[in-house]
């Protein structure tokens, strides 16, 4: 994928920092409750588990609940995407349609945990006309 950014490593940073107490819990799920819903709504499931909501059933000493509570939600920014900038992708054909009719726009993906709100970035890549091919 173009201009592909991962934000694996700023991800395990933060939760290192958590782990910590470096930073507390609470700055880091504090996902808007606009990203909840479209995670809860139109959010991918991610396959793997939220780390915040793993630490906490790390100290519990409770079972790992890894199921589909963390979500992937896509957002696209442009200006060639005009007024669509900004907005959440409901499916990958909404995405692929907003690539073959826009130029150049970035899409941002988020991880957002519909249990205790973590959210962070996971990636962003460049689509659009201008990248295609
Ligand atoms: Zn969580």
Redesign the pocket.
């Known amino acids: 994928m173009r201009g592909l950014t991962d934000y694996r490593i700023a991800k395990r940073a933060l939760v290192s920092q958590v782990t910590r107490g470096a930073v507390p819990v609470e700055d880091v799920?504090d996902a808007h409750p606009e990203l909840l819903r479209a995670a809860r709504n139109v959010g991918l499931v991610a396959r793997r588990g939220?780390p915040?909501?793993r630490l906490a059933d790390d100290r519990a000493l409770v079972p790992r609940d890894d199921t589909d509570?963390?979500r992937l939600v896509t957002y696209v920014f442009g200006t060639d995407l005009r007024r669509k900038s900004g907005h959440v992708v409901w499916t990958r054909e909404e995405l692929a349609d907003l690539a073959s009719a826009h130029r150049s726009f970035t899409a941002y993906v988020v991880e957002c945990?519909l249990?205790?709100?973590?959210n962070h970035l996971v990636e962003s890549y460049l689509l659009g006309q201008a990248h295609a091919g």
């Open positions: 799920c939220c915040i909501c509570t963390l945990c249990v205790c709100g973590w």
